[in-house]
């Protein structure tokens, strides 16, 4: 579910971290269109900023596994460099603002002064918290800032809106979840370097599944299924499911469903495993509340979709690839507590923050 305002205002305040970047010569033409949205141009500036923020966000984690420059790798194997991909995310995010932003009024929906006030605020705190070449990098100075912070806080606004209007009943049965652990022995063969597949023997699938019987049959005498697995050096996992679950092979699920609670089935065999199934509770209270909300969340996201769908694709909307294509991933945007834990390599490395980064070249044109 949404958060409300106060959620969502607190959140803003959390972007006054300071965020630092390596040096590039180029810094992207702010004023210069990136989308219109029905005549209202949207500043690159604005998409600018709003992805460097997300960069910066994403860096400390992705950076960590896939190296700092992970905005320029292929990381979903689409052809795309990751941060193409982050890019168009950015402008879809911005082209629903404006639409929303359009629109809100006819739900009787705006910001309160209050709330305008408190984006405002937002918006200079991190302007003090930054130095003069990260702000021009991020293309964030006040007007840009506050006016992505108030997009932010609208659509959160038109949001809640859409979802005071669903139903909040919800079936008991349709959301219950049960609780299992279970075992699985695969029976699928050995495959080489080169591809190639070579399938099990008769006698190492009764091998398999001998060892499985082995495994219930202690299970079921100590009652300890995640004991009696690693005995024979497997382990159990556990899973939460409801009636509509399709998470669980057929067989799983009927033999699963069958059981009562702190009952063991027998071995299961369906084509690709071997399954020894245990029911831990038939009504795992915390899973099916967690579904009731996941239902209730859904329903809150279709009720805007059907505000906002046909909004959108009545608007005229048109995009200026070649300014959106400027903004790429020389820099690294992150915050200083990442930096500070590499502080061997700042030595070496320009930084957009302070003045040791260069400045650039020239504008763009």
């Known amino acids: ?94 082209k629903e603002y404006y639409v929303v932003e359009a629109h809100a009024q006819e739900l009787s929906v705006s910001l309160t002064e209050e709330e305008k006030n408190a984006a405002s605020e937002a918006a200079k705190a991190f302007l003090a918290a930054n130095d003069s070449k990260s702000l ?8 840009t800032v506050t006016h992505v912070l108030q997009l932010m806080a609208l659509q959160n606004k038109v949001y809640e809106n859409r979802a005071a209007t669903i139903d909040t009943e919800v079936d008991p049965e349709s959301v219950a979840q049960k609780r299992i652990s279970y075992v699985e022995n695969s029976k699928a063969g050995t495959v080489d370097e080169e591809g190639n597949e070579t399938e099990l023997t008769e006698e190492e699938l009764a091998e398999k599944k001998e060892q499985m019987e082995a495994v219930l049959a202690e299970a079921k005498a100590g009652g300890d299924l995640e004991a009696a697995a690693q005995a024979h050096e497997m382990s159990a996992s556990s899973i939460t499911y409801g009636k509509d679950s399709t998470s669980l092979d057929e067989a799983v699920f009927a033999a699963a469903d069958a059981l009562v609670e702190g009952e063991f089935s027998e071995l299961i065999e369906t084509e690709d495993y071997y399954y020894i199934v245990y029911m831990e509770s038939t009504f795992d209270e915390e899973a099916t509340e967690t579904a009731r909300e996941n239902e209730l969340s859904q329903r809150e996201r279709e009720a805007y979709d059907a505000w906002y769908q046909p909004l959108v694709e009545s608007a005229e909307i048109t995009t200026n690839e070649e300014a959106l294509e400027t903004l790429t991933f020389e820099r690294i945007f992150r915050e200083p507590e990442a930096e500070a834990e590499d502080a061997a390599a700042e030595e070496t490395e320009d930084t957009v923050s302070g003045d040791t980064a260069d400045e650039p070249e020239g504008e763009a044109q």
């Open 1 to 94: 579910m949404k958060k409300n305002m106060a959620g969502v205002l607190a959140i803003l305040l959390v972007m006054t971290a300071a965020l630092t970047g390596c040096a590039g010569k180029y810094y992207p033409d702010s004023a210069a269109e990136a989308v219109n949205v029905d005549g209202v141009s949207v500043p690159l500036g604005e998409v600018n900023f709003y992805l460097r923020y997300q960069q910066t966000q994403m860096q400390g984690t992705y950076g960590m596994y896939f190296g700092e420059d992970f905005m320029n790798q292929d990381m979903m194997g689409m052809g795309t460099p990751y941060g193409e991909t982050i890019r168009d995310t950015v402008v879809e995010t911005l």
């Open 136 to 143: 021009k990098a991020m293309s964030a100075d006040e007007a």
